[in-house]
Nanobody
Framework: QVRLAESGGGSVQAGRSLRLSCVAS????????MAWYRQTPGKEREGVAG??????ITYADFAKDRFVISKGAEHSWYLQMNSLRPEDTGKYFC?????????????????WGQGTPVTVSP
């Protein structure tokens, strides 16, 4: 079992930045895909950005040019969120599991973190 723990959420004004962190522990597989998902008010959880086991990075359209996903050391990854907008408000989850090619933002049953809240005010 893999345990994931997010940190770095908070409340900011529009246009500012936040950096989310995720650390994995437990039975980690080097081939795992790593990703960030979010759930915004009134919407289903959606993929934000992900890194496949081969290193390929995918962003959701709304995240391109504003968000950057990166790997850290020892089973950790980050989401740098710039130029935040009120519509980015929600709960952000890190996720990890094996995934099909080009499906890192559509993992079916990944390991989930508890989520970290992000609030962006106008």
């Amino acid at each position: 079992q893999v345990r994931l723990a997010e940190s770095g959420g908070g409340s900011v004004q529009a246009g500012r930045s936040l950096r989310l962190s995720c650390v994995a522990s437990g039975h980690w597989m080097s081939s795992y895909c790593m990703a960030w998902y979010r759930q915004t008010p009134g919407k289903e959880r959606e993929g934000v950005a992900g890194i496949e086991g081969n290193g390929k990075i995918t962003y959701a359209d709304f995240a391109k040019d504003r968000f950057v996903i990166s790997k850290g050391a020892e089973h950790s990854w980050y989401l740098q969120m710039n130029s935040l907008r009120p519509e980015d408000t929600g709960k952000y989850f890190c996720a990890a599991d094996w995934c099909w090619p080009d499906q890192v933002l559509n993992m079916e049953r990944p390991n989930w973190g508890q989520g970290t809240p992000v609030t962006v005010s106008p």
